[in-house]
């Protein structure tokens, strides 16, 4: 029901494109949520078109890390509003960021790595060529 607020908000004010505030880690995390929760090789897209609404989805930080993020909000005092979920930091999400943060210990750039990976092999629009195209429009 957000997204559905959030989709028409945009319309009604004459937005094309809604920029949403995901980060390199969440498209990791997102990528082993789908590959070990389902046996599927998915992540979200960089860039959707959704044709229903006639509106762009874009990611615009979908390359940088949450804690050069963080590093940079707080260095520009930009105010950060916690999460008042009762889930928060109780979920499947919390617990793939952890595992993921254990095995960077192991193999460094492990997020990086799926990330490139995931490019690559073109899975759900991360293709290199695919995510230059759409970043055109």
Not at 16 to 40: P, Q, Y
Not at 46 to 56: E, G, I, Q
Not at 66 to 87: H, L, M
Not at 109 to 124: D, F, P
Request: hydrophobic share 35%; aromatic share 6%.
């Amino acid at each position: 029901m957000r997204r559905g607020l959030l989709h028409d908000t945009a319309k009604e004010l004459g937005c094309n494109k809604i920029a949403l505030g995901h980060h390199l880690d969440d498209a990791a995390e997102t990528f082993i949520m789908n590959l070990f929760g389902n046996g599927r090789a998915e992540c979200f897209s960089p860039v959707s078109y959704l044709s229903r609404k006639d509106l762009y989805m874009i990611r615009p930080m979908v390359f940088a890390y949450e804690t050069d993020i963080t590093r940079v909000a707080n260095k520009e005092n930009v105010p950060i509003v916690e999460s008042k979920c009762p889930a928060d930091e109780k979920t499947n999400r919390e617990d793939t960021k952890n595992l993921l943060a254990d095995l960077e210990k192991r193999y460094p750039a492990l997020r990086q790595k799926i990330v490139g990976g995931m490019q690559r092999g073109n899975i759900s629009g991360w293709g290199i060529d695919e995510v230059k195209s759409n970043s055109k429009e």
